[in-house]
């Protein structure tokens, strides 16, 4: 059984910057960030694909968001900038078990999660 961890959560004052990491213990294929807001469903944040590396990014964390990963270390980063308030939320890092997933952004394409890291942005 594959497991997540997660790490690089915390307090961040709005425009800061937080990176999460993500840490496999098995084999993964494509991996990807979601979020989910207190009173909210999870939503996806970004995506990054195993093999060609590309990536996919909610509208709301474009340009703001870089997702990345080290293969040989089976982790996925999350670097986050210009952080809003209105990105608080758990975030979680999931892992598929299958090397070809259509769109990356449906929660049911993705087969291990991790526990989720805390992300607070004061205003």
């Known amino acids: 059984q594959v497991q997540l961890v997660e790490s690089g959560g915390g307090l961040v004052q709005a425009g800061g910057s937080l990176r999460l990491s993500c840490a496999a213990s098995?084999?993964?294929?494509?991996m990807g960030w979601f979020r989910q807001a207190p009173g909210k469903e999870r939503e996806f944040v970004a995506a990054i694909r195993w093999s060609g590396g590309s990536t996919y990014y909610a509208d709301s964390v474009k340009g703001r968001f870089i997702i990345s990963r080290d293969n040989a270390k089976n982790t996925v980063y999350l670097q986050m900038n210009s952080l809003k308030p209105e990105d608080t939320a758990v975030y979680y890092c999931?892992?598929?078990?299958?090397?070809?997933?259509?769109?990356?952004?449906?929660?049911?394409?993705?087969?291990?999660w991790g526990q989720g890291t805390q992300v607070t942005v004061s205003s």
């Open positions: 098995g084999r993964t294929f494509s």
């Open positions: 999931a892992a598929t078990s299958l090397e070809t997933v259509a769109t990356m952004t449906y929660q049911y394409e993705y087969d291990y």
